[in-house]
């Protein structure tokens, strides 16, 4: 069976500075991957995806996440960060048809 | 933009009462997911629904939790008696994954944060 490990538990950064949060899974099959994003009291919303192809993948508001087959990693990056970024992340990994298996999710916290 | 509804969406209960949450997934939605996260944890799945039929139910504690999806379209989940661990957030969710489809995502309803007394 899958699992996903986010060691990063609670983050605290400040504005501007750069983010990246690791995720690691094991599976030794194909994969799809991804991160969602709950901002407080709002529901789980997709942030990125990785099914295929460029392994560097973009999505929205200005987060990108690069998937290292090699290292089982799928870590998600942001140049500079806001204080709109506060919220809970979570990366998952699905396989086949299968549903999603998250992590356990990393809290950050950007201060202004 | 289409959402996954869900109700109630808070809901206190005392220990062996029963519950149950609804979900309506988006239109067209062939797959329904019903999740469970606990504080501080990430969700988890209890039961996968391709149309009516449940496609994985393993991680589901079937000796008090039950689920349908009768016509393919919204979804019940019951518990019955609830206990006190079963205090948490049930989140549901739906893709366009079946049939020829597959590598749909996933969107998420708002939850029903449940807690048990």
């Known amino acids: 069976a899958q699992s996903v490990s986010q060691h990063n538990h609670h983050v605290i950064l400040s504005e501007a500075a750069s983010l990246e949060l690791g995720c690691n899974y094991s599976?030794?099959?194909?994969?799809?991957l991804f991160w969602y994003v709950q901002y407080p009291g709002q529901h789980l919303q997709l942030l990125l995806k990785y099914f295929s192809g460029d392994p560097l993948v973009k999505g929205i508001k200005g987060f990108e996440a690069e998937f290292i087959k090699s290292k089982f990693s799928f870590n998600l990056r942001k140049p500079s960060v806001q204080w709109s970024d506060t919220a809970e992340y979570f990366c998952a990994v699905k396989t086949g048809r299968r549903a999603l298996t998250f992590g356990s999710g990393t809290r950050l916290q950007v201060q202004p | 933009e289409a959402e996954v509804a869900q109700s109630p969406r808070y809901k206190i209960t005392e220990k062996s009462q029963a519950v149950a949450f609804w979900c309506d997934p988006i239109?067209?939605?062939?797959?329904l997911y019903w999740y469970r996260q606990i504080l501080g944890q990430g969700p988890e799945l209890l039961v996968q629904f391709q149309d009516e039929s449940v496609v994985d139910d393993s991680q589901l504690p079937k000796d008090r939790f039950s689920a349908e999806r009768l016509k393919g379209v919204d979804s019940t989940l019951k518990i019955q008696p609830a206990e006190l661990g079963d205090s948490a957030m049930y989140l549901c969710?739906?893709?366009?994954?079946?049939?020829?489809?597959?590598?749909?995502?996933?969107?998420f309803g708002p939850g029903t944060r449940l807690l048990v007394l």
């Open positions: 969710a739906s893709s366009l994954e079946g049939g020829q489809l597959y590598q749909e995502t996933q969107y």
């Open positions: 599976y030794g099959g194909t994969v799809n």
């Open positions: 239109s067209g939605h062939a797959t």
